[in-house]
C-alpha cells in the first residue's frame, strides 16, 4: 500500500516562493497520477495542479498558471509543487493525492486512492 507524506509548507511573505515535496512509500509510485490540492479555512479542498505517471503532462487550476508548478521524479517516488509569486490568498493546507486509474481533479476528488495528511502554507502579505 503507498503512503504519501508532503513537507515543505511553511510561513512566506507575499510574493515569495515555496517548494512543497511529497514523498510515496512503496514501489509501485510511477503507476500513480499524481496531484496537488488546497483547502482554505472555511472553504471546500481544490484542484491546484496534477501530472501523468511519467511526467510528460501536466494541469495546473487557471489561478496559479505561470506561477506554480508540478513535476515529479519517480526514481526518488516524489512529486513536488513549486511555488513561486505567492499572494495570501494561496494560504491553505496543501495535500498531495494519487490515483491508479485517472488524473486526480475536482471532479473525481472524493474517490481518488491515495491521500497525504497536509502541509500548511501560509502567506503573509
Known amino acids: 500500500q503507498v503512503q504519501l507524506v508532503e513537507s515543505g509548507g511553511g510561513l512566506v511573505q507575499d510574493g515569495g516562493s515555496l517548494r512543497l515535496s511529497c514523498a510515496a512509500s512503496?514501489?509501485?509510485?510511477?503507476?500513480?497520477?499524481m496531484g496537488w490540492f488546497r483547502q482554505a479555512p472555511g472553504k471546500e479542498r481544490e484542484f491546484v495542479a496534477a501530472i501523468t505517471r511519467s511526467g510528460e503532462g501536466t494541469a495546473v487550476v487557471a489561478s496559479v498558471k505561470g506561477r506554480f508548478t508540478i513535476s515529479r521524479d519517480n526514481a526518488k517516488n516524489s512529486v513536488y509543487l513549486q511555488m513561486n509569486s505567492l499572494k495570501p490568498e494561496d494560504t491553505a493546507v496543501y495535500y498531495c493525492?494519487?490515483?491508479?486509474?485517472?488524473?486526480?481533479?475536482?471532479?473525481?476528488?472524493?474517490?481518488?486512492?491515495?491521500w497525504g495528511q497536509g502541509t500548511l502554507v501560509t502567506v503573509s502579505s
Open positions: 493525492a494519487g490515483d491508479s486509474r485517472a488524473l486526480p481533479n475536482n471532479d473525481n476528488r472524493k474517490a481518488l486512492e491515495l
Open positions: 512503496g514501489r509501485t509510485f510511477s503507476s500513480f497520477y
